[in-house]
């Protein structure tokens, strides 16, 4: 008996380090900072007139706790992940791209074209309330406007209407799924 508990333990042990690190289930974050003006999105994907909420300023501590590892590097220390290796590369279904950290509505699956970069890309993000640009050196960084999350970087070299080419990390977002 004891065997086949030990053999079951390590089934479970085994089965949990092939999966990769999810992220905690999503909770509304503490929302402590000043009020910026962000748009909302209802479970339709319809635009809510932009209103003013609390900014979401955490402590590192507090960040790791709501994100993967991946996440964590990406959104609070600006990394970037590596190419073809993000969940939504080569992801088509339709709905709506939230911020990993806040939740934030940030990109739609109708402005997400193939850019052959490894990284999910759009024309446009699903509200300019809801993100901040701003220089990175050479690039032009994106950032989420309610938690300043790093996103990714834009790039003038992307299809109509906008010729803009939003490269983001996957490990920086999370998918809602609508039917428009
Ligand atoms: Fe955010």
């Known amino acids: 008996m004891t065997t086949r508990r030990h053999a079951l333990a390590l089934l479970v042990l085994t089965g949990c380090s092939n999966q990769g690190p999810e992220p905690p289930p999503f909770t509304e974050p503490t929302a402590t900072g000043?009020?910026?003006?962000?748009?909302?999105?209802d479970a339709n994907g319809k635009a809510s007139p932009p209103a003013s909420v609390s900014s979401v300023r955490l402590d590192g501590e507090q960040w790791r706790a709501r994100l993967t590892p991946l996440g964590f590097s990406v959104l609070r220390m600006s990394d970037t992940e590596l190419a073809f290796t993000g969940k939504y590369s080569n992801h088509h279904e339709t709905g709506i791209y939230q911020c990993a950290g806040c939740g934030t509505a940030l990109f739609s699956s109708k402005d997400k074209f193939e850019s052959g970069t490894g990284w999910p890309s759009f024309t446009a993000p699903i509200a300019a309330t809801n993100i901040q640009d701003g220089e990175d050196g050479s690039r032009r960084e994106v950032r989420c406007h309610r938690c300043y999350g790093h996103l990714g970087h834009v790039f003038p070299d992307g299809p109509p209407p906008t010729g803009l080419r939003y490269c983001i990390n996957?490990?920086?977002?999370?998918?809602?799924?609508?039917n428009f």
Request: no cysteine.
């Open 34 to 41: 000043p009020l910026v003006e962000i748009t909302d999105f």
């Open 170 to 178: 996957s490990a920086a977002l999370r998918f809602v799924k609508i």
